[in-house]
């Protein structure tokens, strides 16, 4: 009797031996370009250009979009990039079968298929610019951002609690107060500054004083907390950590919510870094990953912005335009001692 082994266990073999041999490696032969990952809320497509480069494209729930970049060598059958956009580059081992793509990191192996139906890599993603850049310094967890119509108003994210005034005629901080309630959120409306609270329960919004420096008032109980703030139209909005979007009337003291979205921290909420802003009925998400903007009309991304090396920590409307409290890092560099640290006026590409 001919015993013959399982293909899957044939392929891993295969890639173990590819893994081993650091030279004089087969080349390997891309019969595509573009490769095609179904993704358990969307999909994951690799273009393999000829200059060597590899770029990543990716679509998630509520039509979020990522794209990230590598290189691959196909002399040796390797190629370095990242699987999701937060995740750190890995390099992997290329086999190919058929119409499948197999990538190998040395624990688990990943497969792609021949694209059928390529994506608009060209508006893929966004670029945004940065322009009228003010420095914060090198150092500092300046987080979230709102604006009185004036003044600029930035919440850190550290133990230390504090609140920033930001003059946007000094285009400098001016003042801060040292803040009871830890959190990140910030909105303005009904003419008071509204702060939340992640370090107690029950769960609430505070108007705050600043030249007072004091709360002066209190939301009702929230059943779940605020952790991303702005004011429009009179009204706090904010999102929940749950995925709410709700809106705080100060004058009824009521909150009525707007929208759901399960799942989305998923996408959102990296790195600790997240504000919102809302223009008409278009509603700005600022977080590590970039900048995205969602029609609230359909509950649904339509553009994702990126810019490399930069995290946009705060962002919010003044004046028709937006600005946004941003870290810019050297060459990728996580160290927040390698960062400049802005206040700066952001467009949209």
Same mark, same amino acid.
């Given at each position: 009797?001919?015993?013959k082994l399982p293909e899957?266990?044939?392929l891993i073999l295969?890639?173990?031996?590819?893994?081993?041999?650091?030279?004089?490696?087969?080349?390997?032969?891309l019969q595509?370009n573009?490769?095609?990952r179904?993704?358990t809320f969307?999909?994951?497509y690799i273009y393999?250009?000829p200059?060597?480069?590899?770029?990543q494209?990716?679509?998630?729930l509520?039509?979020?979009h990522?794209k990230?970049y590598?290189?691959?060598?196909?002399s040796?059958?390797?190629?370095e990039l990242?699987t999701?956009?937060?995740?750190?580059?890995?390099?992997y081992?290329?086999a190919i079968?058929?119409?499948t793509?197999?990538?190998e990191?040395?624990?688990?192996i990943?497969?792609y298929?021949?694209?059928?139906?390529?994506?608009?890599?060209?508006n893929?993603?966004?670029?945004?610019?940065?322009s009228?850049?003010?420095?914060?310094?090198?150092?500092?967890?300046?987080?979230s951002v709102e604006?009185?119509?004036?003044d600029?108003?930035?919440r850190?994210y550290?133990?230390?609690?504090?609140?920033?005034r930001f003059s946007?005629t000094t285009h400098q901080i001016?003042?801060?107060?040292t803040l009871?309630?830890?959190?990140s959120?910030?909105?303005?409306?009904?003419?008071?500054?509204?702060?939340?609270?992640?370090?107690?329960?029950?769960?609430?919004?505070f108007?705050?004083?600043?030249?007072a420096a004091?709360?002066v008032n209190n939301s009702p109980v929230l059943t &779940?907390?605020?952790?991303?703030? $702005?004011?429009s !139209?009179?009204k706090?909005?904010?999102l929940t *950590? /749950?995925m709410?979007?709700?809106t705080?009337?100060?004058?009824?003291n009521t909150f009525e919510?707007k929208a759901?979205?399960?799942y989305?921290?998923?996408f959102?909420?990296g790195?600790?870094?997240?504000?919102?802003?809302?223009?008409? &009925?278009?509603l700005?998400?600022s $977080?590590?990953? !970039?900048?995205?903007?969602?029609d609230?009309? *359909? /509950?649904?991304?339509?553009?994702t912005?990126f810019r490399?090396n930069?995290f946009i920590?705060g962002?919010?409307?003044?004046?028709?335009e937006?600005?946004?409290?941003?870290?810019?890092?050297?060459?990728?560099s996580s160290?927040?001692? &390698?960062?400049?640290i802005?206040?700066s006026k952001?467009?949209?590409?």
């Amino acid at each position: 009797m001919q015993f013959k082994l399982p293909e899957k266990l044939l392929l891993i073999l295969l890639i173990s031996i590819l893994g081993a041999c650091k030279k004089d490696k087969t080349p390997v032969t891309l019969q595509s370009n573009v490769w095609e990952r179904k993704e358990t809320f969307g999909s994951s497509y690799i273009y393999f250009l000829p200059n060597g480069n590899v770029s990543q494209f990716t679509s998630f729930l509520y039509n979020f979009h990522a794209k990230s970049y590598g290189h691959y060598s196909s002399s040796n059958g390797q190629v370095e990039l990242t699987t999701s956009p937060s995740s750190n580059v890995t390099l992997y081992n290329i086999a190919i079968s058929g119409d499948t793509l197999y990538l190998e990191d040395g624990a688990n192996i990943t497969y792609y298929t021949k694209a059928t139906t390529p994506p608009d890599t060209a508006n893929w993603v966004r670029n945004l610019t940065l322009s009228d850049k003010h420095l914060l310094g090198h150092y500092g967890q300046y987080g979230s951002v709102e604006t009185d119509g004036t003044d600029l108003f930035i919440r850190t994210y550290s133990s230390t609690k504090r609140l920033y005034r930001f003059s946007m005629t000094t285009h400098q901080i001016e003042d801060s107060v040292t803040l009871v309630q830890s959190g990140s959120g910030t909105g303005y409306a009904g003419g008071g500054l509204w702060i939340n609270d992640l370090s107690a329960s029950p769960y609430r919004l505070f108007k705050y004083n600043y030249v007072a420096a004091s709360v002066v008032n209190n939301s009702p109980v929230l059943t &779940n907390n605020a952790i991303a703030m $702005t004011g429009s !139209g009179g009204k706090v909005w904010l999102l929940t *950590t /749950n995925m709410e979007l709700q809106t705080f009337d100060p004058v009824t003291n009521t909150f009525e919510t707007k929208a759901s979205f399960p799942y989305l921290q998923y996408f959102l909420v990296g790195g600790g870094f997240l504000d919102i802003a809302l223009d008409g &009925n278009t509603l700005y998400f600022s $977080t590590f990953q !970039g900048l995205m903007a969602m029609d609230l009309t *359909t /509950n649904t991304f339509t553009s994702t912005y990126f810019r490399p090396n930069t995290f946009i920590t705060g962002i919010t409307k003044l004046n028709g335009e937006l600005w946004a409290t941003v870290i810019e890092t050297q060459n990728g560099s996580s160290s927040i001692s &390698n960062a400049t640290i802005s206040v700066s006026k952001i467009t949209l590409n």
